[in-house]
């Protein structure tokens, strides 16, 4: 079977939307999404990373984060994947409830049913390279690792 989740109103799976706003601690800074997290990332070492960690919503957060006037990192092309993973591990081992709904996907695969984002969704055509998909698998199974070595 597989989990196809979205935007972070659908149920029962919303959550794994990076729009949810489940905030957590990360890099001594408060996020109120991990999209929030995730945009800032773009612009470290600049004044642009607390203005998108200050943006009230996740969409302008996104916004922000994506208006190509503003200084992005050189490396970003490198890192993104990395910053993502690190941002959805802070999100679900901050929040044991959903934590606890993810691992309770056991192996079933979990799309991003974006109709327009190719690279972290599925695209419209099924296509996509389903990035944020595949960490939040990568996620879980560390996240089974730990608890079973507890």
Known sequence: MTIYFYIEREEPYG??????????VLDELYWATSEHYFQAQKFVGTPHLEKVQQMRT??????????RALPLRPDWEQV??????????QKFTTH??????????GSEMLVENSPI???WGCGKD??????????LMEVREALRNKNCSM
């Open 58 to 67: 996740p969409k302008d957060a996104a916004n922000m984060g994506r208006n």
């Open 126 to 135: 099924g296509s996509g390279k389903n990035k944020l998909g595949q960490i």
């Open 15 to 24: 959550f794994f939307s990076n729009f949810s706003a489940h905030g957590f």
């Open 80 to 89: 993104k994947d990395e910053v993502m993973q690190k941002a959805v591990m």
């Open 96 to 105: 044991a409830n959903i934590r606890e709904i993810l691992l309770s996907t």
């Open 117 to 119: 984002d190719y690279y």
